[in-house]
């Protein structure tokens, strides 16, 4: 499990607007996962990149699934819950007409 402070104290999700905003397909999302999971090109966060597979897998992403599964593993129950948080606040403020590829409903951010 991870310590990260930053969590721990409530301070929140910065949602990584610049990988984010043109991310129309799961792939992208979850690709911009693996760059904070990993810390290529961003820093290693990885409650945003729970976040991004998260949201790439309500939209059908097996892999995002997965690798979600994976993350969570390395995190505390706390920054799991924050990651769960920023994806409901991310759909929310990104609600569109278009169903998740499985057709559940995605204002529930697994």
């Not at 301070?11 to 290529?40: C, H, M, R, W």
């Not at 729970?50 to 599964?69: I, P, Q, V, Y």
Request: charged residues 25%.
């Amino acid at each position: 499990m991870t310590e990260n402070k930053k969590y721990d104290d409530g301070v929140g999700v910065e949602f990584p607007a610049e990988l984010i905003q043109g991310a129309n397909t799961p792939e992208d999302l979850y690709k911009a996962g693996l760059q904070y999971s990993t810390g290529q090109g961003v820093p290693m966060d990885y409650v945003c990149a729970h976040m991004l597979f998260n949201l790439a897998a309500l939209m059908g992403s097996e892999d995002a699934k997965l690798t979600r599964k994976e993350i969570s593993e390395l995190m505390s129950s706390g920054e799991i819950a924050h990651a769960q948080k920023a994806a409901r606040e991310w759909l929310e403020q990104n609600k569109t007409d278009k169903k998740p590829a499985n057709g559940s409903d995605s204002s529930r951010a697994a």
